[in-house]
């Protein structure tokens, strides 16, 4: 054989390229922010699609009021905007928005009452894929006929925990953040967030026991 019979074509490198940024989704972040800097409005505009959902589900899982919710996730995005040169495209883009996110919850929390967390008992659809998410992470597929009435009390119950650890599970189960990423955003150990996360669930699983709701075994 000689060396032109053993040559083989590189693969072509556009196609590459598009399989990295699809199978990394903090690299497509990080270009879109990159694009923000750039001052390139479509590049913001594919982050709000992006994160905007996953913004609502975690202030309403925390403030349980969904006009609320939307209007801190505008908040949100609008400071993304504002501050976007102040991030640094290292692969940490979700860390960094949820970090702003809970510091604006946090500071809205001290300057209103409670009343707008043991309100809304009317759900929107938005609002049902959250409760169903929720139901997911604490009851069994028997449990779960009354889906709603069930996720509106749960949502209440989360109210009652502390903050540190209403904050782990709903950054995980309504933001869909991974464990590392949620103890990054709250500045603790992966141990440590995954201590508080089952300690939530525990917590909520025997509120519905109480209720006569099998809850979830554990794995």
Not at 63 to 78: S, V, W, Y
Request: with cysteine.
């Amino acid at each position: 054989m000689n060396g032109t019979d053993t040559a083989m074509p590189p693969p072509p490198r556009s196609n590459e390229g598009e399989t990295r940024a699809a199978e990394m989704p903090s690299e497509v972040d990080d270009q879109l922010m990159i694009g923000v800097q750039n001052g390139n409005p479509r590049a913001f505009d594919a982050l709000v699609a992006r994160h905007q959902g996953p913004l609502i589900g975690f202030f309403c899982a925390n403030a349980h009021d969904r006009q609320l919710a939307e209007d801190l996730t505008q908040e949100t995005l609008l400071r993304v905007y504002n501050q976007a040169w102040d991030y640094l495209p290292t692969g940490r883009f979700q860390g960094w928005l949820y970090r702003i996110a809970r510091n604006l919850l946090i500071d809205t929390v001290r300057r209103h009452s409670h009343d707008a967390v043991l309100r809304a008992l009317k759900t929107s659809d938005a609002e049902q894929t959250a409760l169903r998410s929720l139901m997911d992470a604490v009851a069994s597929p028997a449990d779960q006929a009354g889906v709603r009435e069930l996720g509106v009390l749960v949502k209440a119950w989360l109210q009652e925990l502390p903050a540190e650890q209403r904050e782990t599970f709903t950054l995980h189960h309504f933001s869909g953040l991974t464990l590392p990423e949620v103890a990054e955003i709250l500045k603790t150990s992966v141990a440590t967030t995954k201590s508080r996360l089952r300690l939530v669930r525990e917590k909520l699983q025997e509120k519905l026991r109480l209720r006569g709701v099998g809850g979830l075994e554990e794995t």
